[in-house]
């Protein structure tokens, strides 16, 4: 990967001053909210199923029984992408040919996954949130088809679980600017695992300076193939803040996990990080990128529920606690 970065920073193309922060402000999403009841039983049944898998699981075949029109039924990925609602919003669709590729892991896809880890305890509800990231009327339509559809219900109820209620898709709210100039303090949490590689070793800990750049790279390609936005290369603007940012608290750690692969009928072993992270001095522009990165991930595997990350708490920098 770390080559293929490289030869895209020859594209020609610039980046301009303050262009997270506009993207911020532009970059759309809306999100769906389904609260899922009936879990402890799917927790007893198939623990090692994650949430956010079985959601991804049954999307996909959903989707095209109800909005494909593919015809018949693509055997492995979708074949007209733009036109079906599977390839459209689960798999990564290029702008045009001549974009700078990146491996898998960095292609953007418009349908988010956010759930869960761990399945709840003593029957709570489960929370799953969906977030198409900038949505056509089209995409709209499509998962909402999918969501209302019988189909869609009784696939979950095989699974012993039902839709106790749903909110439709909602816009996210455009992201304020920080103060420029300033330095914060964010403690940074990962719900589910997070693949980290850097020229090509898997990080066994949070590295800042690579999550910042594969988020800059992410954010750039989400602007540019989903949002139809000139192309500026966010990475420079991070890179001039990335050495005075670094860790005061480390509780990551890599875990093994496992992805039932129904292409390939067999669960595919992965590794990620998960835990907690609390980073000092990081600058207005990089506070911007990771309020996106809340939005649309990180890494691969972010359509069933993969690569997350959540801000707890952000601070001045002289208040951050070291302990």
């Excluded at 075949?61 to 693509?74: F, K, L, S, Y």
Aim: net charge positive; hydrophobic share 35%; charged share 25%.
């Amino acid at each position: 990967m770390d080559t293929e970065l490289r030869a895209a920073e020859g594209s020609g193309r610039g980046v301009d001053s303050g262009a997270i922060d506009t993207l911020g402000s532009v970059l759309e999403a809306r999100r769906v909210e389904l609260t899922l009841a009936g879990t402890t039983q799917r927790r007893q049944e198939r623990p090692t199923v994650r949430p956010g898998s079985m959601i991804h699981s049954i999307l996909g075949p959903v989707m095209r029984r109800v909005a494909c029109e593919q015809a018949p039924i693509c055997a492995g990925p979708c074949a007209r992408g733009a036109s079906c609602g599977v390839g459209r919003l689960l798999e990564a669709q290029p702008r045009d040919a001549g974009t700078p590729r990146v491996g898998r892991d960095d292609a953007p896809v418009r349908l988010v996954v956010q759930a869960p880890w761990d399945w709840p305890t003593n029957d709570e509800p489960l929370t799953v949130r969906l977030t198409l990231l900038s949505p056509a009327a089209r995409d709209i339509e499509q998962l909402t088809l999918a969501l209302r559809s019988g189909l869609f219900e009784s696939s979950i109820g095989r699974h012993g679980v039902r839709t106790e209620s749903r909110r439709d898709a909602e816009p996210l709210p455009p992201i304020a600017s920080a103060s420029t100039g300033a330095r914060y303090g964010a403690r940074v949490r990962l719900p589910s695992p997070l693949k980290l590689r850097l020229r090509g070793r898997l990080l066994d800990r949070i590295d800042i300076g690579v999550l910042l750049r594969r988020s800059a790279w992410r954010v750039t390609k989400w602007a540019y193939e989903l949002q139809s936005l000139p192309w500026s290369d966010l990475r420079p603007e991070i890179e001039a803040e990335i050495p005075r940012s670094g860790l005061v608290r480390d509780d990551t750690r890599l875990v093994d996990h496992r992805r039932w692969s129904v292409r390939q009928r067999r669960a595919v072993p992965l590794r990620g990080l998960v835990g907690e992270f609390t980073v000092a001095g990081i600058g207005p522009a990089s506070l911007t990128l990771l309020r996106l990165i809340e939005r649309c991930g990180v890494g691969g595997g972010t359509t069933e529920g993969l690569g997350q990350i959540e801000i707890s708490e952000v601070v001045p920098e002289d208040a951050v606690e070291t302990g």
